[in-house]
């Protein structure tokens, strides 16, 4: 059995990343943790997201890990099935993110809690949408390499409690249908992807989404395909409970691992920097 202690809920990383910088995050191990996962991106620690590079933990040496963020594990299922069925060329993704803990409710001084933070960060988050920064698209090339240089990724934080979405945006090698990108996604919600990526056929809307335990839901009434290789593709998520649950599973995974349970592929996992 896995002890786990957790200390705070909501947007769970971002408040113990301020806290914990990642120097020090090794006190944790000095005071008798044995493992020790960032809920947030990080630049020091390996990045893992559940069922897309979890199994390239390393028991011997991955003391400290990073499960990224809500949004790039939103993203990831959805990149790797892309690429690889289809080889991304490019990928455009674009965050409409719910209001998160870190925004002011009416206009005024925001503190500066990482570089990407811009001043309209500060603004009303219940009065406007916000275009921001997200290190998703910097993630995504960590976790799948060889996409560095492809992808890039843009937030809008609009005025809703809770449930998010990735709308991306896909330039493929392979000519594809849209049939074809909806099969591909079926298969892996039904296989390799199942608890990790839901699939909809239904005209949802963000509500319907809100406790998913899914990282993601494939909307599929909401796809356009532009041509053969220019595909969109949307994917839901409630932004607090779909990635408390992959958290949930990594830590499960890591203790299954660290005792052999689990084969690892021990595969070098480059740092985040954002």
């Not at 996962?37 to 011997?60: E, Q, R, W």
Request: charged content about 20%; proline content about 5%.
């Amino acid at each position: 059995m896995a002890v786990v202690g957790i200390n705070g809920f909501g947007r769970i990383g971002r408040m113990c990343l301020r806290a914990c910088l990642e120097k020090r995050i090794e006190l944790h191990i000095d005071g008798g943790a044995r493992r020790v996962i960032i809920t947030a991106p990080s630049v020091d620690a390996p990045m893992l997201v559940f069922g897309v590079n979890h199994t390239c933990y390393n028991p011997k040496k991955d003391g400290v890990v990073s499960a990224t963020s809500c949004t790039t594990n939103c993203a990831a299922p959805i990149v790797k099935i892309m690429h690889d069925n289809f080889e991304v060329l490019e990928a455009m993704i674009t965050s409409i993110h719910a209001v998160t803990a870190s925004q002011n409710t009416l206009d005024g001084p925001i503190e500066k809690q990482r570089p990407t933070t811009l001043w309209r960060d500060g603004r009303g988050a219940l009065q406007n949408i916000i275009p921001t920064a997200t290190g998703a698209g910097k993630s995504l090339t960590k976790i799948i390499p060889e996409l560095k240089g492809k992808i890039s990724a843009i937030a809008f934080r609009v005025p809703i409690p809770n449930v998010s979405l990735c709308d991306m945006t896909f330039r493929v090698n392979k000519p594809t249908t849209y049939e074809e990108v909806k099969e591909a996604m079926k298969e892996a919600a039904d296989g390799s992807l199942r608890d990790v990526l839901g699939y909809t056929e239904d005209d949802c809307v963000s509500s319907d989404f809100n406790h998913t335990t899914y990282s993601c839901v494939f909307d599929v009434k909401a796809g356009i395909p532009q041509t053969s290789t220019f595909i969109k593709i949307v994917a839901w998520y409630d932004n607090e409970y779909g990635y408390s649950y992959r958290i949930a599973d990594l830590i499960q995974y890591m203790h299954n691992a660290d005792i052999g349970n689990v084969p690892v592929t021990g595969q070098v996992i480059e740092h985040g920097d954002d």
